[in-house]
Every structure is written in structure tokens, then in C-alpha cells.
């Protein structure tokens, strides 16, 4: 069993910024690739971005040089670090890990960019 908490979200401006925090369990941590995922009113759930294990990143298009993904072993914490946002940026925010074929999830995250 992984449990993932997130947290960080809220309502911010245009242009402003937030940083989002996941809380994961285990032991085994630093072994796991991790990533965010979204989904916004009406749309499908889209990845982010991810980190591997080793700290590789890899994002999104439409977030690229705004957004940055980051890990803490030491605290078994994944950071999503986001500037620059925009109304398009509004989801729900999902803290997401893969243990060999097994996928686990935390309960998401409001994040909303509005004037």
C-alpha cells in the first residue's frame, strides 16, 4: 500500500505562482518514478509532469519553462513548482506514482488561476 497526499492548491491571479506539495509513504521512495497530473472541468486527465528516480523531468508542452517538477527522497516529498499561470492552468492537480505495473494516487488538489 502507497498512500499520497497533496496539498498547495488554491486560487491565485494571473500571472502568479504556487507550489504544490505530495506526501508519500514508504520505505522504498526513492525507487518509484513520480508525476502530476491534472484534469479540468470537462477534459480528460492529462500528465504534467514527471521525475524519475534518478531526478530525469520531462513535461508537458503547454508548461514547459513555467512549471518545474522537483523530489526529496530524504522527506518523501514531490514538488510541483508553478509560475506564470494562466486560467488554462485550473484543475484538479493528482499526485501520481508507479511501483512496477501499479499505479497509486492522492486525492487531488483544486488549483485556480482567475482574475
Known amino acids: 500500500q502507497v498512500q499520497l497526499v497533496e496539498s498547495g492548491g488554491g486560487l491565485v491571479q494571473p500571472g502568479g505562482s504556487l507550489r504544490l506539495s505530495c506526501a508519500a509513504s514508504?520505505?522504498?521512495?526513492?525507487?518509484?518514478?513520480m508525476g502530476w497530473y491534472r484534469q479540468a472541468p470537462g477534459s480528460k486527465r492529462e500528465l504534467v509532469a514527471t521525475?524519475?528516480?534518478?531526478?530525469?523531468?520531462n513535461y508537458v508542452d503547454s508548461v514547459k519553462g513555467r512549471f518545474a517538477i522537483s523530489r526529496d527522497n530524504a522527506k518523501n516529498m514531490v514538488y510541483l513548482r508553478m509560475n506564470s499561470l494562466k486560467p488554462e492552468d485550473t484543475a484538479v492537480y493528482y499526485c501520481?506514482?508507479?511501483?512496477?505495473?501499479?499505479?497509486?494516487w492522492g486525492q487531488g488538489t483544486q488549483v485556480t488561476v482567475s482574475s
Open positions: 501520481n506514482c508507479n511501483v512496477g505495473s501499479l499505479a497509486y
Open positions: 514508504g520505505s522504498i521512495f526513492s525507487f518509484y518514478d
Open positions: 521525475i524519475t528516480s534518478g531526478g530525469s523531468t
